[in-house]
């Protein structure tokens, strides 16, 4: 699990004990994420005793810590890359979705409790700024692939939290 926009002063001590205290389960390891000169990038990996306390961790968020509000995902975000691209095409998955107009507010819950009344939700991929809030778009996968052109027709549209949603099928990137 990833938390971020953590104080440069933080420990993994406090991080570990913060979590804990939040959802009442300590987490099995703390890794504070270091620049080359030893001090703190922001973020910390948490390992959790199981999918299902780190998933809940992530629904519920974490109260602010040494006055900073703090980001809470499922995995890392991506590192800058360092040299070339390399052009390595990224396949077209029929059973992800693209839901755009989101409000900033939406969480990834109520993007999946919403698709998830039209078909099975796998994943939810909800972008966010560095202050936590989402930046309105989210990307859904879906358990079939058949069940894609369903949500899109059935949501595409749709007022969700004041506003109307765009769904569609997720391109791939590049």
Do not use: W, Y
């Not at 992530?58 to 006055?67: F, H, Q």
């Amino acid at each position: 699990m990833f938390i971020g926009n953590l104080h440069s002063t933080v420990t993994a001590g406090q991080v570990a004990h913060h979590v804990a205290a939040a959802c009442g389960m300590k987490p099995l390891d703390v890794f504070l994420s270091r620049r080359e000169d030893g001090t703190l990038e922001g973020f910390a990996l948490v390992a959790m005793p199981s999918p299902e306390h780190a998933a809940r961790l992530v629904a519920r968020g974490l109260p602010p810590l040494l006055g900073r509000p703090l980001v809470v995902a499922r995995r890392r975000p991506r590192q800058p890359r360092r040299g070339p691209r390399e052009s390595t095409p990224t396949p077209r998955f029929e059973a992800h979705l693209f839901v755009g107009n989101l409000s900033h507010l939406a969480s990834d819950k109520d993007v999946e409790l919403h698709v998830g009344a039209v078909a099975p939700v796998v994943q939810v991929g909800l972008p966010r700024k560095r202050d936590g809030s989402g930046i309105g778009v989210a990307f859904v996968a879906l358990e079939r692939p058949t069940d894609a052109p369903a949500v899109v027709s059935t949501l595409d549209g749709v007022v969700f939290q004041g506003r109307r949603l765009r769904v569609e099928l997720a391109r791939a990137s590049g």
